[in-house]
């Protein structure tokens, strides 16, 4: 018999490793369809959230819901189904529904995945708000009766009738979001504001774009709908009062592309000056507008990266994925008023898309140098469930090969059971090798380390200012890896061989492999499954700094040598002590200061903007280096929030602007 008020039990389920959660992102999905479903059915019903699996189990020992909804993406699809199949087992009338892009917008490939996974009774294809509202109304009507439930179109709601699949359709977008109410105000994700996750925003919904690769690149995400400004604004002050983490997330697609992105943008410059609150801003900004996205990065600085994401510099790539990409000279002027502004940019490309070459992808990592990008961040192309890289006629068109690989940090051992999440990447084309697509993930390691985050700006600017190419200069780090010191050389072969180990070629071969206690150990024990890039970055940003600092400045002194450039090994020394006494074990909490005495004013000559040579500011000088109170706050609560392995430090220098985590320096008179 149905309870006078169902009960629904929301889930969106993260892994946890070592007692760390996978996801440090408060789930605000599930907060929208709990407030949604409040809004339309008001008392009739009564939501619980979830996205820690032992807090979900508590829960449903105490009382057993009505209805169990699991979210459903990439990196938590197998944990989703697993508690899935778990709770349906022990509760069989319970009514299992699951959403999410982690599912085809083919008919055949829908039905083979509701076939394979029979705990699911229905599935919410699309925005989920009003699709899942009329489900669960329809499963009121029927006293929770499925079979009753099925009878009826509830549009946007996939299911299996006995052997017949019955898909409705994609669920209707709302068209204007005033009619969501906000989560983070109706007070349904306190609990995880209290518990330090890091709160993700939207101020609007759907891409006007249509890139191959991504999810939201299909039509049905094409038209932008906007939440209210007000609303905006009164949720980064009611966050801001609770915040545990020191970051926010921004979950627009374009941020800072729409003029009422910088009233937003004051918002928060207004409680940063209140609360101190956000340090980073981890967020995707425009493809295009770059006259608004600079005004915006010219209000916040640092916290903000402009994040222009080129993914391909190749106009033949760019036609074949459906990328409309900002040009390289409107990137150019960006750059160049970045710099004035003290601002912070990042770009991604992936590798390998339809079309590319070994010659266009390394001239695509040359632009982005020579225009002067901080962070370039290199990524394996995903065949996403969803995009039409992964759904449509690609494969045939381009010759893609593909390969399966663990998702990092996306693992654990649940019930007794060991549950791993998958990717399928893309790994060589007809026109791009598996070979040469190794060779590029090992410059891959060179620009993490040596290009990226400002580790070595100084280094980077003295070579400029000899008339050397920085482009030149990593890839001779590349080719000439043989002459490093013996402990970097290892830990690149290690890099290249856990690159090449971790493609297998089927879904099952992962799931086989880590079947056994012994290799599922390895996982958890970070030895196998770590983002590779984010760990050799960790490593060389802790104990190995002294190795990487010291290959990098020979190589340097080589290059100057073989191009007859002459240089003085005093302004040489005093970059490299400058760098050293900033920069490593930044991670290490500092018990005092320490003092550096050098010939040449390296900190006056960056605060210049490295303009004129070094030679001009040769003056004896004493540094004191030292951490503040403010970041040593700031490491201990991300190494709270991600852990303290490589693989953990690698994630938390992508969630903040590194160099805000160098320690100040203090010239003494």
Request: contains cysteine.
């Amino acid at each position: 018999m149905m309870r006078a008020k169902p009960l629904i039990y929301l889930t969106n389920l993260t892994h946890i490793n070592n007692n760390i959660p996978s996801t440090e992102a408060i789930p605000l999905n599930i907060g929208y369809l709990a407030t949604y479903v409040k809004k339309v059915l008001k008392d009739q019903v009564e939501v619980k959230l979830f996205n820690l699996h032992l807090d979900l189990k508590k829960a449903v020992d105490e009382k057993k819901p009505d209805i169990l909804g699991f979210s459903n993406y990439a990196w938590n699809s197998n944990l989703s189904y697993h508690y899935a199949s778990f709770y349906k087992e022990k509760i069989p009338e319970i009514i299992i529904v699951m959403g999410g892009p982690n599912y085809s917008y083919k008919t055949k490939r829908q039905e083979v995945y509701l076939k394979k996974r029979n705990s699911i009774d229905f599935y919410i294809a699309g925005d989920g708000e009003i699709a899942f509202s009329s489900l669960i109304n329809t499963c009121i009507q029927h006293q929770m009766n499925v079979d009753m439930v099925k009878q009826e179109k509830v549009n946007g709601c996939h299911y299996m009738q006995k052997e017949a699949f019955i898909g409705n359709g994609l669920s209707e977008r709302l068209k204007d979001m005033t009619p969501l109410p906000s989560p983070y105000l109706e007070g349904v994700l306190d609990k995880f504001l209290e518990d330090g996750f890091t709160p993700i925003i939207q101020t609007n919904r759907g891409c006007p774009f249509s890139c191959s690769f991504c999810c939201c690149g299909t039509d049905y995400y094409s038209r932008i709908a906007f939440f209210d400004l007000q609303r905006v604004q009164d949720e980064l002050e009611f966050i801001a009062k609770r915040v545990q983490s020191p970051s926010l997330h921004i979950a627009d697609s374009n941020f800072g592309m729409y003029s009422r992105d910088y009233e937003i943008c004051m918002e928060i410059k207004k409680i940063q000056e209140k609360h101190g609150w956000p340090i980073f801003i981890n967020v995707a900004t425009g493809k295009n507008s770059k006259e608004r996205i600079l005004k915006c990065v010219e209000l916040l600085g640092s916290t903000l990266a402009m994040s222009v994401a080129v993914q391909s510099t190749s106009n033949i790539v760019l036609k074949n994925i459906k990328r409309d990409n900002i040009s390289l000279s409107d990137f150019w002027e960006i750059q160049k008023e970045l710099r004035k502004l003290g601002g912070y940019s990042s770009s991604d490309v992936i590798l390998p898309l339809p079309g590319e070459t070994l010659s266009s992808y390394l001239n695509g990592i040359k632009s982005l140098m020579e225009v002067d990008v901080d962070f370039i961040e290199p990524l394996t192309a995903l065949m996403l469930t969803g995009s039409s890289l992964e759904e449509e006629d690609f494969y045939e068109r381009f010759g893609l090969i593909t390969k399966y690989r663990v998702i990092p940090r996306d693992f654990g051992v649940y019930e007794g059971t060991n549950v791993v999440e998958v990717e399928k990447v893309c790994v060589g084309t007809s026109d791009l090798s598996i070979d040469d697509y190794l060779f590029l993930r090992g410059f891959h390691f060179i620009i993490y380390c040596y290009y990226n985050s400002e580790v070595f700006k100084e280094l980077i600017h003295y070579l400029k200012l000899q008339d050397c190419s920085i482009y030149d200069y990593c890839y001779n780090l590349l080719t000439n890896m043989n002459e490093s010191p013996e402990s970097l050389r290892e830990m690149f072969s290690n890099f290249l061989s856990e690159t090449k180990n971790e493609l297998k070629n089927s879904e099952n071969d992962i799931y086989v492999r880590y079947s056994t206690d012994d290799n599922i150990k390895k996982l958890l024990d970070f030895e196998e499954g770590s983002n590779l890039l984010q760990k050799s970055y960790g490593i060389m940003m802790s104990y190995g700094f002294v190795t990487f600092l010291e290959y990098g400045f020979d190589t340097a002194r080589k290059i100057l040598a073989e191009n007859k450039i002459q240089y003085s090994t005093d302004e040489m020394e005093s970059i490299y002590k400058y760098i050293y006494e900033s920069r490593s074990n930044i991670f290490e909490i500092d018990e005092k200061s320490t003092f550096l005495e050098v010939l040449y004013n390296v900190c006056n000559w960056k605060e210049d903007g490295y303009k004129k040579p070094l030679s001009e500011y040769k003056r004896k000088m004493k540094f004191e280096f030292y951490q503040t109170e403010e970041q040593k706050k700031i490491i201990k609560g991300y190494m709270k929030q991600y852990g303290g392995t490589t693989d953990s430090k690698g994630k938390i220098l992508t969630r903040v602007n590194p160099k805000s985590l160098f320690r100040e320096i203090k010239q003494i008179k």
